[in-house]
């Protein structure tokens, strides 16, 4: 069948005689069809497996099971209608193993889809497979996580699990795969450590994965890996299942899911908490997708005429705010914990989910581990969801616990994203001091101008750099060219400084920490792996960068004045003193947070020129950090000369 023929056939919402004439789009189908069990999907013991499909428009139901991914069919087995839309069928005997889709008759169309709620999938993912999850424990699986008491503990490091390995000088044997993650004792160039060596050695908290679900063949087919390929992933196909072009063997079922497995628990053995980057806000195709096979005009959100609503400029939203779309958000971040002892989620394009569902989620995860960080993209997108329920930083105060990524310390620190000439603080552009204080309080509103979106610094993520738009590197590389690249390494280090010792949760991208370049490709999404893999060869020859960044997390790790818990301490701790333009100075005073030191003194320096400052007379300074833009101390005056930042103590 051509795209566009099987386009129109699933654009056929059903005979209205099947839901006692209640459209798909009346809130009364919900009243009416929503089913609150647990049991959807398939659920496997060794004498039989139970199939329960969500499908109330259907007037037919059907499992067709398959040997194979490429098979024909070997049998169909009709399902029984059964409450709230939901239709079941019991097979005896031992099915691990075996593949298997649904078919639904629509109107006068039948579609075939594989189950949304599969916990796995062949290669590319359009047959589910049943599985005895027992079987894919990976010899050591504890479900222990590291410790972790606040959100403001957190240095979490954004990485795609290709990038970190697919260098030829790694050093790492399962290139690009999740057990190239899990390798440790790798080298590089010069003998420097690689991959989660190197990872773990930075003393980062938080390691950020971008999606490792299953996502679309669009993007990477699993059957031509041997073929150049790259995708970052953000158009999902099977929310449940993780991706296979990571695998090993993305034909063996259980391979992908072991070998996440054993990423996942390395990572927890070195230390480390793994985020998930997730994308409930659309699919990877609106119309060829699992949800709108089965059920078309539900699982999506639609514009008056008829046509998607697309405010992810990606062709499609979720309409999470439909019971059953929310129902199974909810129960896929559960499987995720559950299954794979994710220890936090990072959410795209947030602002289009609702606040009920964001809400829900945290609910729920707080019944399992309080400490799972919650973090998303809080942007206002246009959408057909009401403002009002969109779950963006406008809204944050609706969303306890639950932190927004702060695209002003972004933009203010190292200029507008958008405008690739845009000069930010730390190139001297004008101005931009206060942008500087608004992040460094944590986005809380702190006194008069310096306010943001969040009621407490838990709800706020720092960051100058991510997987999107230029590195920061290539940034300063565009706004700053006249700059020498000695100048230019100072400004990098000073946005990652200003990062590391704000409040809130601090938020780097992997290979922030030696100037990581795309050649100045602004959004990688698809380049080839050239201009995306982690180049081990440009981190040996700015071993001095990263050990500086690892100084900064070591500096912040040190003090909890830079960790405060709430917008009460930040605001009775943390004291703005006067500095000239282009410089922002504070301090952090009385055991602000339990310190072992009684104050510190901070000051972000732009400028290039020397620079004279007087300091609040509490005791003897002392410099504790950034020495090297030091000239003078005493009497209460601090002299500096270069730009990055300088931090004074007094001790108890």
């Known amino acids: 069948m051509s795209v566009q023929k099987e386009i129109d056939v699933i654009m056929d919402y059903g005979d209205p005689e099947v839901t006692g004439g209640v459209s798909v789009f009346d809130k009364a189908f919900d009243d009416k069809f929503y089913y609150n069990g647990d049991d959807l999907g398939a659920v496997y013991t060794p004498e039989k497996t139970s199939f329960r499909l969500w499908a109330p ?33 019991e097979t005896a005997g031992d099915y691990h193993g075996v593949y298997y889709t649904y078919r639904v008759k629509v109107g006068t169309s039948w579609n075939e889809a594989a189950d949304p709620y ?52 790694s050093g790492i044997q399962h290139k690009g795969k999740y057990l190239g993650l899990a390798e440790s004792g790798t080298r590089g160039p010069g003998g420097i450590p690689t991959g989660l060596d190197h990872i773990a050695g930075l003393g980062i908290t938080h390691v950020q994965l971008q999606p490792i679900y299953d996502y679309s063949t669009q993007s990477v087919d699993e059957t031509k890996l041997d073929e150049p390929h790259f995708n970052w992933g953000y158009d999902p196909k099977n929310y449940n299942v993780p991706e296979g072009s990571y695998a090993t063997d993305p034909y063996a079922p259980a391979s992908r899911i072991t070998e996440l497995k054993q990423c996942i628990q390395s990572l927890h053995d070195r230390g480390l908490r793994v985020i998930m980057d997730v994308v409930y806000n659309h699919v990877y195709d609106g119309y060829l997708v699992n949800f709108t096979k089965l059920v078309p005009g539900y699982y999506l959100r639609y514009n008056p005429d008829g046509t998607f609503s697309n405010g992810s400029f990606c062709g499609n939203e979720c309409a999470s705010e439909r019971p059953m779309m929310r129902k199974f958000i909810v129960e896929s971040v559960l499987h995720w914990i559950r299954e794979y002892h994710i220890d936090g989620f990072r959410f795209d394009l947030m602002g289009l989910i609702d606040v009920d569902t964001m809400n829900e989620i945290r609910r729920r995860i707080d019944e399992i581990d309080p400490s799972i960080l919650m973090i998303g993209e809080g942007w206002n997108m246009g959408t057909v969801l009401p403002e009002d329920r969109r779950a963006h930083q406008g809204n944050a105060w609706r969303m ?42 944590g986005g809380i509103r702190y006194s008069g101008s310096i306010e943001q979106f969040a009621d407490e610094p838990v709800q706020n993520v720092n960051y100058v750099e991510c997987h999107d738009n230029h590195t920061l590197w290539d940034k300063l590389d565009i706004s700053s060219a006249v700059e020498s690249e000695e100048q230019r390494t100072q400004m990098h280090r000073l946005a990652s400084a200003i990062i590391l010792t704000g409040q809130g949760i601090p938020f780097i991208h992997a290979g922030q920490e030696f100037m990581r370049s795309k050649n100045g490709v602004e959004n990688s999404y698809k380049s080839a792996i050239e201009i995306n893999w982690l180049d081990w060869g440009r981190c040996a020859s700015r071993q001095n960068d990263v050990l500086y960044m690892a100084s900064l997390i070591k500096l912040r790790k040190s003090h909890p004045a830079f960790r405060l ?11 703005f003193e006067a500095a000239p ?4 100075a504070y301090t952090l005073r009385n055991h602000a947070g339990g310190d072992s030191d009684r104050h510190l003194y901070v000051l972000y320096n732009a400028n290039a020129e020397p620079i004279s400052l007087e300091l609040p007379d509490l005791g003897a300074w002392q410099v504790h950090y950034g020495n090297e833009f030091v000239q003078k101390l005493g009497n209460n005056r601090l002299e500096v000369h270069g730009t990055g930042m300088v931090v004074l103590n007094i001790t108890s």
């Open 400 to 441: 306890p616990r639950i932190a927004h990524f702060n695209d002003g310390i972004r933009d203010t620190v190292k200029g507008d994203t958008f405008i690739f000439g845009s000069k930010g603080f730390v190139g001297r552009g004008g101005g931009l001091e206060d942008g500087v204080k608004r992040g460094v309080v």
């Open 118 to 169: 599969a916990k796995a999938v062949g290669v590319n993912g359009d047959r589910a497979v049943v599985l005895d999850l027992r079987r894919t424990a990976p010899e050591r699986w504890t479900g222990a996580m590291p410790p972790f008491s606040s959100p403001v503990d957190a240095v979490i490091y954004e990485l795609h699990v290709r990038d970190l390995s697919i260098h030829p000088d």
């Open 565 to 575: 818990r709430t917008a009460q301490e930040v605001r009775e701790h943390l004291n």
């Open 581 to 584: 333009a282009h410089a922002v």
């Open 57 to 89: 428009t259907a007037s037919e139901a059907k499992v067709v099971f398959y040997s194979s991914w490429d098979s024909m069919p070997v049998k169909e087995r009709a399902m029984v209608r059964d409450v709230q839309g939901t239709w079941v069928l």
